[in-house]
């Protein structure tokens, strides 16, 4: 049985498995296109995602759709979520434990958005969908296929804020992001 919107929202919303809610201003599901073909997966919410309910509104936020732009599209047509939908507390990885109980929510997503592509930002983010042992400085621009989906690990906007030499990397990777989905809405 398809989860739907609704339910997973409800369910997100209502959500005290881990030890995340007790600290929570808002819960952070995800917002934009639901039948996006390009999704963006982060690790968590920070400290500004947790005062709105958005994700990827701070600075790294502001720097995510630049680069959302450059490669031709508005944040409104792609989609964009966590993998923990609460704000670890300091901003801090979430422990193994909290991203395991909100994976299921993350599961829901990407079933019901059913991207051709899916950008992972940054380490976390691969750990916990690829479940490999990834290296962003390694594997950034890699191409992995996961149920007939495209996914690639590419820099944390706000590694990029601390690493700004790092950003011409980060520029590749998304033209290539670009060049796959042209290719599998076109292909």
């Known amino acids: 049985m398809r989860v739907s919107w609704s339910s997973l929202l409800a369910d997100v919303r209502a959500c005290e498995k881990c030890a995340l809610c007790r600290g929570r201003m808002n819960v952070v599901p995800g917002e ?4 996006a073909d390009l999704m963006f997966i982060g690790e ?3 400290a500004e995602e947790d005062r709105l309910g958005r ?7 502001e720097l995510l759709t630049k680069m959302i732009h450059a490669i031709g599209l508005e944040r409104s047509e792609v989609y964009i979520c966590n993998v923990v939908k609460c704000r670890p507390p ?8 909290e991203a395991e109980m909100c994976l299921p929510y993350l599961r829901g997503q990407v079933a019901l958005v059913r991207p051709k592509v899916i950008a992972l930002l ?5 750990q916990y969908t690829l479940r490999e042992q990834i290296s962003i400085t390694r594997d950034h621009g890699r191409w992995f296929e996961r149920k007939g989906v495209w996914m690639m690990p590419t820099f944390h906007p706000a590694a990029l804020l601390r690493d700004p030499a790092k950003k011409r990397e980060a520029w590749e990777d998304f033209q290539k992001l670009r060049d796959k989905l042209r290719e599998v809405q076109h292909g």
């Open 122 to 126: 940054g380490r976390v983010a691969c």
């Open 44 to 46: 968590g919410p920070g």
């Open 90 to 97: 300091g901003n801090r990885n979430p422990a193994p434990e």
């Open 55 to 61: 994700p990827f509104v701070g600075r790294s936020g």
């Open 32 to 35: 934009g296109d639901p039948n």
